[in-house]
């Protein structure tokens, strides 16, 4: 009976060592755009467990009492979209910090000042208005940065476009 009972606790014992633990990460974004990460697909609220998707797992050990937890290893795609979430931000705030200091000079009889005008409205890029005939410190800085004369004149922050080059805006906000 004595080696029995042995064997049984034996058995036990070599079955709890044997098992493997797995630690995972979900990661899933709710509709106001904010990102959440669980250990366990049940965390995950029912309308959103579609679109979850796994971005950790540790590597499985033998006996999770016998070793501290590693720490979350990331797929190289997952640091990617990380690296190119953050890229994306910081671009964000650059282009906001040059749509601050948009500055055009302009005249109201221009018809390429108009269209410029409408691009800008329509791309809804934030601007001030200088009708260098109405205002005449508008028309000595308009002077200044535009000897010749020409307009429309685009100014952002100290980078200058001359006329109405729709491409190099968007090229420079975009920079």
Not at 111 to 117: A, I
Not at 130 to 145: L, Q
Request: proline residues 5%.
């Amino acid at each position: 009976m004595n080696r029995y009972l042995v064997f049984i606790l034996s058995f036990v014992i070599i079955l709890f060592a044997s098992t493997q633990a797995v630690a995972a990460i979900y990661r899933y974004v709710d509709e106001e755009g904010r990102e959440f990460y669980v250990t366990d697909l049940d965390f995950i609220p029912e309308q959103y467990r579609s679109q979850a998707g796994l971005i950790a797992e540790d590597k499985p050990v033998s006996d999770p009492r016998a070793q501290k937890p590693s720490a979350k290893v990331q797929s190289s795609k997952t640091e990617e979209a990380l690296d190119q979430r953050i890229k994306q931000r910081m671009l964000k705030r650059r282009q906001k910090e040059k749509l601050k200091n948009i500055e055009i000079y302009v005249t109201s009889w221009c018809p390429h000042c108009s269209n410029l005008e409408r691009f800008l409205k329509s791309r809804r890029i934030p601007y001030k208005r200088y009708d260098i005939e109405r205002d005449k410190a508008a028309k000595k800085r308009h002077a200044e940065m535009n000897p010749s004369g020409g307009i429309p004149v685009i100014k952002i922050g100290d980078h200058i476009i001359r006329g109405n080059n729709q491409r190099a805006i968007l090229n420079y906000l975009n920079q």
